[in-house]
């Protein structure tokens, strides 16, 4: 009995494991090998590139805000699917941290380098996140509807310099850009502060006419959908890509691009607090507007196909003749530290998502984060961490080999009764029965306090999958990246060689079946290890040397009562 509980034990486990590393595989873009993968349903974007807007027919902006009825209110006859191919010129902003282009051609967003962040694809470059190249459309973008004509994303701009740069002794820096139609002055002024990847943007709507008028500013990200990785159990939910939806009331909303696809995105409409978000493995980029401003949320397909935005519109009121209307919003462009998300917005740092087990996952990370302020090196801090969990989980890993100590010593009984009544069931069941109440066993004890240990490592797994803290994090010598897996396979190896000591610590199962079920999942185990996170390695080897030594410990404690545990 013992051993076949010790055997579903790993059957559970060992599946569990085949599913975080088949997600794991697909995660880096390669096939699964358990599911057939589904054809992607988003197309490329099209012909885009820096500094240059095309449209294509029968495409509207958000809520009609370029297409509405001819001669209604607040019509506008500058529709998007009408503008022409124009050009504007391409301005630079930068900070300690951040680098942006922005086109004169709408002040659209449309290149975001972080300059602290290495490239996924080139570990010598920084990371790009928002672009405007082809195929790789990502962009933040601006404007105003509600008047007929009124400066837009496609609207052209002007600035009285090309490049605003930080520079030593000063904390912020700004780059203004202006257009003037339909008889509003609109300044955009957008402003960087040191080690900041916050983004302030000031709308000063001046209205020039003799009439008052009622605009509404609009802002939204627009990416294409491609190659876009969703949300999976094993994989984690933060390796999630796609929109998402805060508020106070329906807290955080992701929406899949495929839903928008088949207008089934649901999520909150209106609300006077919150922000939309583009979420992606590692990065994010989010507009969150003033607080206690009502505003209205919209997910949807873009002009070109494959393209999606998320964006919020926000009533800027009547603005009488000669007077102006000040927006001040901000727009966060850079990596998920959640400890920074937190102090931008309410709810921001949920972009780190753990799902169902973020009450183990939160303070799993805060604990790491505490412990690498300690050691100032993540790997040291998944050592300590390991070290922690296997002392909180030490009685009931007792409780568990005491367990299964008396469950061995009622073996000889138990396969007595077994051999009794090998012909009936249900009498083998009521001896059995029997049995452990007059031995006082749970038949479950010892598979219990084991069971609880799979949801921790599944936690702490989606701990190191979804914290940027980890990715390009250097722990000793050869492991450069706790988020990569080890390409010298050093871990991996030392790895097997604890998984085999620790099977060869507990007793041969006498059924030579599950005996070499058990070996063989030793080998299947070493192999998919080869391709986890480093960081995640790590953990598991402390993880098995700290087990021998505590099984060791336990064995002799309990022999010292009785107990023969060989």
Same mark, same amino acid.
């Given at each position: 009995?013992?051993?076949?509980?010790?055997?579903?034990?790993?059957?559970?486990?060992?599946?569990?494991?085949?599913?975080?590393?088949?997600?794991?595989?697909?995660?880096?873009?390669?096939?699964?090998?358990?599911?057939?993968?589904?054809?992607?349903?988003?197309?490329?974007?099209?012909?885009?590139?820096?500094?240059?807007?095309?449209?294509?027919?029968?495409?509207?902006?958000?809520?009609?805000?370029?297409?509405?009825?001819?001669?209604?209110?607040?019509?506008?006859?500058?529709?998007?699917?009408?503008?022409?191919?124009?050009?504007?010129?391409?301005?630079?902003?930068?900070?300690?941290?951040?680098?942006?282009?922005?086109?004169?051609?709408?002040?659209?967003?449309?290149?975001?380098?972080?300059?602290?962040?290495?490239?996924?694809?080139?570990?010598?470059?920084?990371?790009?996140?928002?672009?405007?190249?082809?195929?790789?459309?990502?962009?933040?973008?601006?404007?105003?509807?509600?008047?007929?004509?009124?400066?837009?994303?496609?609207?052209?701009?002007?600035?009285?310099?090309?490049?605003?740069?930080?520079?030593?002794?000063?904390?912020?820096?700004?780059?203004?850009?202006?257009?003037?139609?339909?008889?509003?002055?609109?300044?955009?002024?957008?402003?960087? %502060?040191?080690?900041?990847?916050? @983004?302030?943007?000031?709308?000063?709507? $001046? &209205?020039? *006419?003799?009439?008052? !008028?009622? #605009?509404?500013?609009?802002?939204?990200?627009?990416?294409?959908?491609?190659?876009?990785?969703?949300?999976?159990?094993?994989?984690?939910?933060?390796?999630?890509?796609?929109?998402?939806?805060?508020?106070?009331?329906?807290?955080?909303?992701?929406?899949?691009?495929?839903?928008?696809?088949?207008?089934?995105?649901?999520?909150?409409?209106?609300?006077?607090?919150?922000?939309?978000?583009?979420?992606?493995?590692?990065?994010?980029?989010?507009?969150?507007?003033?607080?206690?401003?009502?505003?209205?949320?919209?997910?949807?397909?873009?002009?070109?196909?494959?393209?999606?935005?998320?964006?919020? %519109?926000?009533?800027?009121?009547? @603005?009488?003749?000669?007077?102006?209307? $000040? &927006?001040? *919003?901000?727009?966060? !462009?850079? #990596?998920?530290?959640?400890?920074?998300?937190?102090?931008?917005?309410?709810?921001?740092?949920?972009?780190?998502?753990?799902?169902?087990?973020?009450?183990?996952?939160?303070?799993?990370?805060?604990?790491?984060?505490?412990?690498?302020?300690?050691?100032?090196?993540?790997?040291?801090?998944?050592?300590?961490?390991?070290?922690?969990?296997?002392?909180?989980?030490?009685?009931?890993?007792?409780?568990?080999?005491?367990?299964?100590?008396?469950?061995?010593?009622?073996?000889?009984?138990?396969?007595?009764?077994?051999?009794?009544?090998?012909?009936?069931?249900?009498?083998?069941?009521?001896?059995?029965?029997?049995?452990?109440?007059?031995?006082?066993?749970?038949?479950?004890?010892?598979?219990?306090?084991?069971?609880?240990?799979? #949801?921790?490592?599944?936690?702490?797994?989606?701990?190191?999958?979804?914290?940027?803290?980890?990715?390009?994090?250097?722990?000793?010598?050869?492991?450069?990246?706790?988020?990569?897996?080890?390409?010298?396979?050093?871990?991996?190896?030392?790895?097997?060689?604890?998984?085999?000591?620790?099977?060869?610590?507990?007793?041969?199962?006498?059924?030579?079946?599950?005996?070499?079920?058990?070996?063989?999942?030793?080998?299947?185990?070493?192999?998919?290890?080869?391709?986890?996170?480093?960081?995640?390695?790590?953990?598991?080897?402390?993880?098995?040397?700290?087990?021998?030594?505590?099984?060791?410990?336990?064995?002799?404690?309990?022999?010292?009562?009785?107990?023969?545990?060989?």
């Amino acid at each position: 009995m013992m051993d076949t509980q010790r055997l579903v034990l790993w059957v559970i486990f060992s599946m569990s494991v085949l599913f975080l590393w088949d997600s794991w595989q697909k995660h880096n873009g390669k096939p699964s090998l358990l599911f057939s993968n589904p054809a992607t349903t988003t197309a490329k974007a099209g012909n885009g590139s820096a500094g240059v807007v095309s449209t294509q027919p029968g495409q509207t902006l958000p809520g009609n805000i370029n297409n509405v009825t001819p001669g209604s209110a607040g019509a506008s006859t500058r529709t998007e699917a009408a503008a022409p191919a124009l050009r504007g010129e391409v301005l630079s902003l930068s900070n300690d941290v951040l680098k942006l282009n922005i086109n004169t051609l709408g002040a659209v967003l449309e290149r975001a380098e972080l300059l602290k962040h290495k490239s996924t694809q080139d570990p010598e470059k920084t990371l790009v996140l928002l672009d405007n190249s082809a195929g790789k459309v990502y962009v933040a973008e601006t404007g105003l509807f509600g008047v007929e004509g009124a400066p837009n994303h496609l609207s052209l701009f002007s600035a009285t310099q090309n490049n605003a740069q930080l520079v030593a002794g000063q904390q912020t820096v700004s780059l203004t850009l202006t257009a003037e139609s339909a008889n509003l002055r609109v300044n955009k002024i957008f402003t960087l %502060k040191r080690g900041s990847y916050a @983004i302030d943007l000031k709308t000063v709507v $001046e &209205n020039i *006419s003799t009439q008052p !008028v009622s #605009p509404t500013l609009y802002m939204h990200l627009k990416r294409h959908g491609e190659s876009a990785s969703q949300a999976s159990f094993f994989a984690g939910p933060a390796v999630f890509t796609g929109p998402a939806v805060y508020t106070d009331s329906e807290k955080f909303q992701k929406i899949a691009f495929s839903d928008i696809d088949k207008d089934k995105a649901k999520f909150t409409k209106t609300a006077d607090n919150g922000w939309v978000a583009l979420v992606q493995h590692y990065f994010v980029s989010a507009w969150v507007p003033a607080p206690k401003v009502q505003r209205e949320y919209y997910a949807e397909k873009a002009a070109l196909p494959g393209e999606y935005r998320v964006g919020i %519109k926000t009533p800027l009121g009547p @603005i009488a003749p000669g007077a102006k209307s $000040e &927006n001040d *919003s901000l727009l966060w !462009v850079g #990596p998920q530290d959640q400890n920074a998300l937190a102090q931008i917005a309410p709810g921001l740092d949920l972009v780190v998502d753990y799902g169902f087990l973020t009450l183990l996952a939160k303070p799993m990370f805060h604990l790491l984060t505490w412990l690498h302020a300690l050691t100032g090196n993540w790997g040291w801090a998944i050592v300590l961490l390991t070290v922690i969990i296997k002392a909180i989980f030490y009685f009931p890993m007792v409780s568990s080999y005491k367990s299964m100590a008396k469950m061995k010593q009622v073996t000889p009984k138990m396969m007595a009764l077994r051999e009794k009544y090998a012909d009936d069931r249900m009498k083998l069941n009521q001896a059995m029965m029997e049995l452990y109440k007059t031995e006082k066993l749970n038949p479950l004890g010892g598979c219990l306090p084991v069971l609880i240990t799979i #949801p921790v490592f599944l936690a702490l797994y989606w701990v190191l999958l979804g914290s940027v803290e980890m990715r390009y994090a250097p722990w000793i010598g050869w492991v450069k990246d706790l988020a990569s897996p080890d390409h010298l396979y050093i871990l991996p190896i030392i790895l097997a060689a604890t998984m085999w000591a620790q099977y060869k610590l507990n007793p041969v199962p006498p059924d030579p079946m599950q005996a070499r079920v058990l070996m063989v999942m030793q080998g299947v185990f070493a192999v998919m290890f080869l391709f986890f996170p480093a960081g995640l390695v790590l953990y598991y080897i402390v993880n098995n040397i700290l087990s021998i030594a505590q099984q060791k410990f336990i064995y002799m404690q309990l022999e010292k009562q009785g107990y023969s545990m060989r």
